[in-house]
């Protein structure tokens, strides 16, 4: 089959043939339709994730697909099923990047679950990582109607269902975004944007806001400026970073609740952000629809920044 694989942690992923895996006790084979990048995937392929690992390393953690073959053991699924998740767990190497990948029925560290009859497979796909966490993290910040939420780093696949849930919930919201996106990000809920390059966030929301704001959710690695955008948090107010740049001064501040967001229940998180898409009360902004042989190009766009909502790939 093939496969968008590291030959060993720290090399460039490319594509290569692999052998179909065999789906063990407890696990399934699934013929994959779809899939999604995440910047996880460049991570895994740099062996930052502290997971044992198989090699070659086939990457891709978010995937659509079919059920061709359930193993022994296997309650749940059947052969035929559509299934989408987050298909991830130890070790690592059975990624989504493939034609096929064998995945537990209930990943250890990951989500799977049936895909809802007519929801296209690369939606499907797109849903998973970027939107449980979106999920997942506002609701850890309390973000509620008549609340405000500062968005750092909303225009990419995290923040453009960040975006939209707020806004959903009957939040303010104001997002970063570039001039390139900002009718786009209004489009999708944002009341009021901020651009980032064009002088310091912090100043700007002041301007807009002298009272401050309710709530601050970072989804950039920006550790330098966590402090000055939670500093703009009112008293009371909740502030979060979904990538562990909340420092340790600010975790243990009586003033607002900080924290480093990681992501619990996944499959509850799975199941709700996937009925909100299939109700239509989100959209799945698609940037850009690769093919399996692409990906290696896909990967390192998304790592130089510039994204606008998900890059998916059809298998
Ligand atoms: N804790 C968790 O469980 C968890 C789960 C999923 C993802 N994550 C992490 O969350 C982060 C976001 O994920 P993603 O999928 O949304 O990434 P992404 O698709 O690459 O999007 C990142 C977005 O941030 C923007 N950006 C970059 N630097 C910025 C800055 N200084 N200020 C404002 N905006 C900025 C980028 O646009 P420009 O480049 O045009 O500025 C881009 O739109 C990643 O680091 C990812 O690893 C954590």
Avoid: C
Avoid at 195 to 216: K, W
């Amino acid at each position: 089959m093939r496969a968008v694989a590291v030959r060993r942690t720290g090399d460039t992923p490319e594509l290569m043939e692999m052998p179909v895996p065999r789906p063990a006790p407890g696990e399934v084979l699934v013929a994959l339709e779809a899939a999604s990048v995440n910047p996880v995937d460049m991570g895994i392929a740099e062996g930052l994730l502290s997971m044992p690992h198989t090699n070659p390393l086939v990457l891709g953690v978010d995937g659509m697909g079919r059920v061709t073959e359930a193993g022994e053991e296997v309650r749940g699924l059947t052969v035929g099923d559509l299934v989408h998740g987050q298909f991830l767990r130890a070790p690592l190497g059975n990624g989504t990047f493939a034609d096929y990948t064998v995945v537990t029925e209930f990943p250890d560290r990951g989500a799977l679950q049936r895909v809802p009859d007519g929801m296209p497979a690369e939606i499907a796909a797109a849903l998973p990582t970027a939107g449980m966490t979106a999920l997942g993290a506002l609701e850890a910040i309390g973000v509620r109607a008549g609340r405000s939420v500062l968005i750092v780093g909303a225009t990419g696949g995290v923040g453009v269902f960040v975006v939209q849930l707020a806004a959903a919930f009957g939040a303010e919201v104001i997002a970063t975004a570039r001039p390139d996106a900002d009718r786009w990000i209004r489009q999708l809920g944002a009341a009021g944007t901020v651009d980032y390059t064009t002088g310091d966030v912090a100043e700007q929301v002041r301007r807009t806001h002298p009272g401050g704001v309710d709530t601050f959710l970072d989804l950039t690695r920006d550790a330098a400026r966590f402090g000055d955008y939670a500093g703009l948090v009112r008293d009371g107010g909740a502030a979060a970073s979904v990538t562990f740049t909340a420092p340790p001064d600010l975790l243990t501040s009586e003033r607002i609740a900080v924290t480093n967001f990681q992501m619990r229940d996944k499959p509850d998180l799975l199941a709700r952000i996937t009925a909100e898409a299939a109700a239509g009360r989100i959209t799945v902004p698609i940037q850009q629809s690769v093919t399996l042989d692409r990906i290696p190009e896909a990967l390192a766009r998304n790592a130089a920044g510039g994204a606008r909502g998900k890059t998916t790939v059809r298998i």
